[in-house]
């Protein structure tokens, strides 16, 4: 199958190293060449360490690699079967690389959205085809974690669904059909979760360390959730709140003001170097 992926950072460089391991060609969409060079670089970097695990032959890593293409410009879409985006949780983005991927793709392609919290209904619209518009959430690290969430939007046809779950299971992956309500299912149980944890941070109950193992040791939980939220972003984070803080209407989900006022200065978590932990 001939894939795009639109969007060359953390997600996107991930979902283009998946597809091309399990043998798709995948035209690798970013907006300069220097960030395609890096979002290349980066796969090279995740398949060798994938040869060092003996999880891959250098022979397979080296044909995976092969099957990607860089570009810059959505018309390397032109002949994809599948098209998924994966860029920033910003509608107003998304609603333009849908309406130029509507234009561009085959008639016949289904277009996905790696969206995390954005309505794929309200994506799908600005589409002449949304029956053919799904969600695509896959979790970071791509190559290693096993879920992929299945948005189906308002009109997303059951034909698009079951191709696309059954695509995600020859990735190798777990796809988890769900409907399209904000934060789906994996970030309207988690986020709220990390936003209660901010709260205690704020409100003095424990400090970092200590609300992070309670959770990892009294709930089995591999990472606490705030250092989760680091490693998520925690602009990342205040997005996907106000997403359901909207959505849902229900004071529960208001973003805790320290996350606002962290992400106002800068503080962003491992990208900026510094969140509720020092990565310096």
């Known amino acids: ?17 998946v597809f091309a391991q399990h043998g798709h060609e995948v035209a690798l969409i970013e907006t300069t060449a220097e960030r395609a060079d890096r979002a290349l670089a980066t796969i090279k970097g995740n398949l060798e360490r994938q040869v060092k695990k003996e999880i891959l032959t250098a022979a397979d890593a080296q044909a995976t690699l092969a099957r990607i293409r860089a570009a810059t410009d959505l018309a390397a879409a032109g002949s994809a079967e599948l098209a998924v985006e994966a860029v920033f949780e ?17 008639p016949a392609a289904i277009l996905a959205s790696n969206t995390s919290s954005i309505s794929v209904t309200k994506i799908a619209a600005v589409t002449q085809r949304p029956a053919q518009v799904i969600g695509m959430h896959f979790m970071n690290p791509v190559p290693l974690m ?30 988890v059909a769900v409907q399209d309500y904000p934060g789906f299912i994996s970030n309207r149980v988690l986020m709220p979760m990390i936003n209660e944890a901010v709260f205690c941070l704020m409100e003095g109950v424990a400090d970092r360390e200590a609300i992070d193992t309670v959770m990892k040791l009294g709930m089995n939980h591999p990472m606490g959730p705030l250092a989760l939220a680091d ?27 320290l996350l606002r006022r962290m992400v106002d200065a800068g503080h962003l978590g491992r990208k900026s170097g510094r969140g509720f932990y020092d990565y310096a």
């Not at 199958?1 to 190293?17: C, D, F, P």
């Not at 910003?90 to 085959?106: H, M, S």
Request: with cysteine; glycine share 12%; net charge negative.
């Open 146 to 175: 096993k879920l992929v969430e299945v948005i189906c939007g308002q009109a997303t046809s059951a034909a698009t669904r079951d191709r696309v779950l059954q695509l995600a299971a020859e990735l190798g992956k777990t796809p």
């Open 1 to 17: 199958m001939k894939v795009a992926v639109i969007g060359g950072g953390t997600m996107g460089n991930g979902i283009a190293h």
């Open 231 to 257: 490693f998520i972003g925690l602009d990342v984070c205040l997005d996907i709140m106000e997403v359901l803080h909207g959505g849902l209407g229900d004071d529960k989900y208001r973003p805790c003001p």
């Open 90 to 106: 910003d509608f107003a983005v998304k609603r333009e690389i849908f309406t130029r991927l509507d234009a561009v793709c085959p």
